[in-house]
């Protein structure tokens, strides 16, 4: 599988689950917005839980949103709010889901990336449990561009599975550095952009996640590239 991108598109590695991942999105799609240009994103799958043979703690995933969300509140993020035995214990449901909506049938890149961000939403506002196949599609009802009563279908063929799998693989090599790492044309790859964070100690010994800066400029400055079809100038 390679990991170039198509022409004006990102390619996004990543986990529905991590936090930081999901500023990247949020911030690409409302820089996006804000200049009324289009934009097509290609998510691959980074399960965390299969690099971390483990669910990917809630204890790690919470400090993450409580900063984040001091630097962001326009995010809308709260801490988990439903049930404590409904908090997801993986999100490779939804992983599957987002690549087997990529099927023109289903949705497309277009409608894949509308799951996506709904997923997102759903976990990090809402507090709903999206490793269940009724919340994911129930989430897709909401999508323009997503059909899904089809991604139902493929979804109970096992779409999206093998797909998750392969792109584990990819990502276990040397060129994916983490959750998130974005690719465009022109040579650009960039992992966590704009976040300058540190964590304090190691999370599993009371360490919290310190986020000394974020900038969102790199969101316009690939906005930027993809219109323009310009080379990077750091990557």
């Not at 965390?48 to 993020?77: C, M, Y």
Request: glycine share 8%; hydrophobic share 40%.
């Amino acid at each position: 599988m390679s990991t170039a991108p198509a022409p004006r598109s990102v390619t996004v590695w990543s986990d529905p689950g991590c936090p930081w991942a999901t500023l990247a999105l949020h911030t690409l799609r409302t820089a996006a917005r804000a200049r009324e240009q289009d934009l097509l994103i290609d998510h691959r799958a980074f399960p965390l839980e299969l690099f971390n043979h483990q669910p990917t703690p809630k204890f790690i995933v919470e400090p993450e949103i409580v900063v984040i969300s001091a630097h962001r509140p326009d995010l809308g993020w709260r801490l988990w709010a439903g049930r404590e035995y409904d908090y997801p214990s993986t999100m490779l449901p939804a992983m599957e889901a987002v690549q087997a909506a990529k099927d023109p049938s289903v949705g497309g890149l277009r409608g894949s990336d509308e799951l996506d961000a709904g997923l997102r939403h759903a976990f990090y506002v809402e507090s709903r449990c999206v490793s269940i196949l009724p919340e994911i599609l129930d989430v897709a009802a909401g999508c323009e561009h997503v059909d899904e009563q089809a991604l139902a279908r493929a979804l109970e063929r096992g779409a999206g599975r093998a797909e998750v799998y392969e792109q584990f693989r990819v990502a276990q090599g040397p060129h994916i550095q983490g959750s998130p790492h974005l690719f465009a044309p022109g040579g650009y790859a960039v992992h966590n952009p704009g976040a300058h964070v540190q964590w304090t100690s190691d999370p599993d010994k009371g360490g919290v996640p310190r986020l000394d800066r974020y900038d969102p400029s790199w969101a316009e400055e690939l906005l930027d590239l993809l219109s323009e079809g310009r080379q990077p100038t750091d990557a």
